[in-house]
């Protein structure tokens, strides 16, 4: 398909499209005349993949490069594979390295070592969840592993069934795609269902129906 | 205290104190003099939300407002509190009012009905939830009931458990401060759960430890 229809079934405005083709996350077309060039359905995908990330995702450009690297990077192993995909995802968090930072950083530390968790220790998530810890403990908000045991609990749980779901006879690069995309749409899936079901369990609690 | 131990104790910059009481988002110490007013533990304590809700929470003054609104308006009741410091948080979505979003907007409803949460037709949560399962389906990705059945089996246990927890014995505006701060930071917790929930799940099945 030329690069109009591209445009019209991806939904992407074609100056948006040119611009992913400068900048190397769309791969050129198979060029049949000075200025004319075909594309595909691979080129469908991978735009309707890179419009989710950003419009979905609000991934900044480096995250969207790094992500595609290792969709098309075969050499990895399926671990670090997903692992690559995943740190790329962020969130890019500075720790202020004081005291309070690194205290609540051991804290997560044990908190995950407790849990018996393989995971590295630069993976991105820890940094997140210390940010969040210490700055509801700033708020005087309490935080500790009584608090953070229903999270990981449920975590965990569907952790379990979202890679226990994952079919490794299908091509790697369609894998690590549906797991990036997966990763980025599913999560505010959860948090919206999230939210819902707190204003449910509010209104169980605090608006009973009349009878 | 004076402005400038505020500052310190907060970790403010008295710039941002003083855009923030130009703003209303802070009342005003009381005036001890022309050029001086003293402050207490509650402007701190006030303080430290707003600083929580720009720096974590990432959200713009309007939805900050219409937050502190609620945390100050004693005439709601605690549902009805809650919902509207829930929903100030957001997403703003605009639906595309096409048949996609429709017929995905229909299986929410039906998906949410068939649950049996008791959820307004208008809450932000809803839409936040379409446009991910638009995005998903886009992009080819399953995306039914039993995709989604997990995730909201999850959020009604943890939302159970945090209702649950809420101690209505305590001062009204306390108790919505606690519920929105927990609920800005309490995601990004559960976000890095789960992220870290799935490297060790990936870690298990791809790369089991060597004997």
């Keep these: 398909m030329l690069i109009s229809e591209l445009s ?3 939904g992407v405005p074609i100056a948006t499209i040119k611009y992913y083709l400068r900048e190397g996350l769309l791969p050129p077309g198979e ?6 060039a075909e594309y595909d359905d691979l080129h469908l995908g991978r735009l309707r993949l890179i419009r989710a990330l950003v419009e979905v995702g609000n991934l900044p450009l480096a995250a969207i490069r790094r992500i595609l690297g290792a969709v ?16 790329a995802l962020g969130p890019k968090v500075d720790p202020p390295e004081d005291e309070e930072w690194q205290e609540t950083s051991d804290q997560v530390d044990a908190f995950l070592a407790d ?12 940094k997140m969840l210390t940010q969040a810890l210490v700055t509801l403990r700033r708020l ?4 500790g ?21 994952i079919d490794t006879s299908a091509p790697r690069s ?3 795609e549906g ?19 707190q204003e449910h369990q509010s209104a169980l609690r605090f608006a009973p129906p009349r009878s």
Tied chains: 1, 2.
Excluded: K
Aim: with cysteine; net charge neutral; charged share 20%.
């Design 8 to 10: 019209r079934r991806s």
């Design 31 to 36: 060029a049949t005349a000075a200025t004319r």
């Design 72 to 87: 098309d990077n075969e050499d990895l192993d399926v671990h670090g594979l997903l692992g690559t995909a995943q740190y």
């Design 115 to 126: 849990l018996g968790w393989r995971v590295t220790s630069f993976a991105p998530a820890r």
């Design 140 to 143: 005087g908000m309490p935080a």
């Design 145 to 165: 592993a009584d608090q953070l045991r229903p999270y990981a609990g449920a975590a965990e749980t569907l952790a379990r069934e979202e890679i226990g779901r």
């Design 174 to 176: 369609a894998l690590v």
């Design 179 to 197: 797991v990036v995309v997966g990763t980025v749409l599913y999560e505010p899936v959860l948090i919206a269902l999230c939210r819902l079901a």
